[in-house]
C-alpha cells in the first residue's frame, strides 16, 4: 500500500482531491458539518478496528509478508510497462491535451488539403 500511495500519479491526484476536499469544506459550511461529522466516524471506527485487527495481522505477519514481496514486484512489473503511473497527474492532463491537439492539427490539415 505504501509503494502504491508513493507513486507519483497516484501521490498527485491524493494531493488533487484533497485540495478540494478542503477548499469545498471551508467553502461550505453546511458541508463542513458534515464532512467533520464523518471524519469523526471514520477515525473512531478506524481506531476500534485497529485494537481488534491487530493480533490477528501478528499471527499473519510471514504470510502477509509473502503476500507483500509479490505485490511489491508486481508493482514493479507495472510500472515498467506503465511510465505514466510516475507522473503527476498534472502532467498527464498537459500531455493529453498536447497529444489532442495536434492530432486534430493533423485531421484539420487532411481535410484542408
Do not use: M, W
Not at 499471527?59 to 515498467?80: C, I, M, R, Y
Request: proline letters at 4%; aromatic letters at 2%.
Amino acid at each position: 500500500v505504501k509503494e502504491v500511495a508513493n507513486l507519483t500519479l497516484v501521490s498527485s491526484v491524493c494531493d488533487v482531491v484533497s485540495t478540494v476536499y478542503t477548499s469545498t469544506k471551508e467553502s461550505h459550511p453546511s458541508i463542513r458539518s458534515v464532512c467533520d461529522a464523518a471524519e469523526k466516524g471514520v477515525r473512531g471506527i478506524t481506531e476500534a478496528t485497529a485494537s481488534c485487527v491487530q493480533p490477528v495481522l501478528t499471527t499473519l505477519e510471514p504470510h502477509v509478508a509473502v503476500a507483500s514481496e509479490f505485490a511489491s514486484k508486481g508493482l514493479d512489473k507495472l510500472g515498467e510497462k506503465l511510465p505514466f503511473l510516475q507522473k503527476p497527474v498534472e502532467q498527464i492532463i498537459s500531455e493529453t491535451k498536447e497529444l489532442v491537439s495536434s492530432r486534430v492539427a493533423d485531421a484539420k490539415d487532411a481535410v484542408s488539403s
